[in-house]
């Protein structure tokens, strides 16, 4: 199975930026939505940011709102998480997911069903 693709991540001190990336190739991922969570030791994976490729309708988790950026580019067939003013509490696996067309809570995980691997930040103090 087809599967999102994520790069990107690393390891930057408190304050610092990142750009994940996530790429859809093989299939289309127009009129989609695309969501990125993260998942820290001993948590549970949360909703970060969504985006409907259709439409460009924008979900951001509290934590995140006026520090992250989601963004897409149809050309690429790509989404990308723009993260900024990073802090320690940011360090985690971040997942880029593929949802339906329709998803009526879009930061929450069950709502998706195709995953990438992940891609490791880390954030020092």
């Known amino acids: 199975q087809v599967q999102p693709v994520e790069s990107g991540g690393g390891s930057v001190q408190a304050g610092g930026s990142l750009r994940l990336s996530c790429s859809a190739s093989?299939?289309?991922?127009?009129?989609?939505?695309m969501g990125w969570f993260r998942q820290a030791p001993g948590k549970e994976r949360e909703g970060v940011a969504a985006?409907?490729?259709?439409?460009?309708?924008?979900y951001y988790a509290d934590s995140v709102k006026g520090r992250f950026t989601i963004f897409q580019d149809n050309a690429k067939n790509a989404v990308y998480l723009q993260m900024n003013s990073l802090k320690p509490e940011d360090t985690g696996m971040y997942y880029c997911?593929?949802?339906?067309?329709?998803?009526?809570?879009?930061?929450?995980?069950?709502?998706?069903?195709?995953w990438g691997q992940g891609t490791q930040v880390t954030v020092s103090s």
């Open positions: 985006i409907y490729t259709g439409g460009g309708s924008i």
């Open positions: 997911a593929e949802g339906g067309s329709w998803i009526g809570r879009p930061l929450d995980r069950y709502q998706y069903t195709r």
């Open positions: 093989g299939y289309p991922y127009n009129n989609k939505y």
